[in-house]
């Protein structure tokens, strides 16, 4: 008798949210569609996170798995998850965030209506305590969504984000190198989308993205610098040069440097802000162009 492959493999990645993450659990065992397998994959905890998940490991969908090599960030455990996958389609989820009962459901009518698509990503929610702040602006697709994402800036989040599995073995798995920590999801989508695969958006908001006072992505210097770092080492292979940038990349740097020097400013590293204060006012100095934007538009056009 043939095993049936599910059609989803959740991968939810958790370090030390022993307090948190039964709500995440929660959020994947009750869709309203239920052919998927469940992966929690534990980081290196060292709080009751395992004594938390025990109950729900009778469901024979659930399974817990220890990251034999635990990192700092969420790559090096979801590189585990989608080894171990057996999915059709892969779902990641932080252990912070939920999903809304209707969320694979609604992902899963997209694959079948537009088969070309291979990426699906919805609107989140943004809840900070017990309010919801706002909802996420992620999207919208363009027919050159590389450039997009390189130029713009990132408009995904994993825990919105859905893909086929197949797409790994052409792009590879999330890049573990040190200075992509913490934002190694935008080159995975900048590789994506560099591949030409075509990507569809969810105007609804299907899950929530909860604000816990230590997410990584929030006013962080380390988290802006890996950005940054992405950033150029995509610039640089797309335009295949060392110097004589475009005005967007030019524009992206300067974008960058500022988000830089105030991230710094907010954590009173003051050497730090200077730099890139310096930086900026360097870029702005060597390109009547972007002078031009700041004193027609001042920020808004840039950030």
């Keep these: 008798m043939t095993t049936r492959l599910p059609t989803y493999s959740v991968i939810l990645t958790t370090y030390n949210r022993a307090h948190l993450i039964h709500r995440a659990v929660e959020s994947v065992l009750s869709q309203t569609y239920q052919n998927f397998e469940f992966l929690i994959i534990d980081n290196g905890c060292t709080d009751y ?33 989608i080894e171990l996958a057996r999915g059709v389609s892969i779902a990641f989820l932080d252990d912070d965030d939920i999903w809304y009962p ?32 706002r909802q996420s602006q992620y999207g ?15 408009c995904l989040s994993p825990s919105a984000t859905v893909l086929k599995k197949r797409i790994f073995e052409q792009v590879g798995v999330f890049d573990l190198r040190t200075s992509f920590e913490g ?45 940054f770092n992405i950033i150029a080492y995509h610039v640089c292979l797309y335009e295949k040069r060392n110097k004589n940038f475009s005005i967007r990349s030019k ?42 934007d700041i004193c027609l538009y001042g920020k808004k056009k840039l950030f």
């Design 183 to 227: 934002a190694a999801d935008y080159d995975m989508w900048l590789r994506i989308a560099k591949a030409k695969y075509k990507f569809y958006f969810i105007e609804d908001a299907l899950g929530e993205f909860t604000i816990t006072g230590n997410n990584k992505s929030i006013n962080n210097p380390a988290f802006e610098q890996s950005i």
């Design 102 to 133: 209707e969320k694979l459901n609604t992902v899963n009518q997209v694959f079948v209506e537009y088969p070309e698509r291979e990426i699906v990503c919805h609107q989140e929610n943004i809840r900070c305590g017990k309010t919801i702040i």
């Design 251 to 292: 524009r992206r740097f300067l974008q960058m440097n500022y988000l830089l020097a105030r991230a710094y400013l907010n954590n009173r590293r003051i050497f730090c802000f200077l730099k890139h204060i310096f930086t900026a006012g360097r870029l702005l100095l060597s390109s009547p162009i972007l002078m031009y």
């Design 49 to 81: 996170t395992q004594e938390v998940l025990k109950p729900y490991l009778n469901d024979c969908r659930v399974k817990y798995l220890k990251n034999p090599n635990p990192t700092s960030s969420c790559d090096g455990p979801r590189n585990f998850g």
């Design 140 to 154: 919208p697709w363009e027919d050159n969504f590389y450039e997009r994402l390189l130029y713009k800036g990132n």
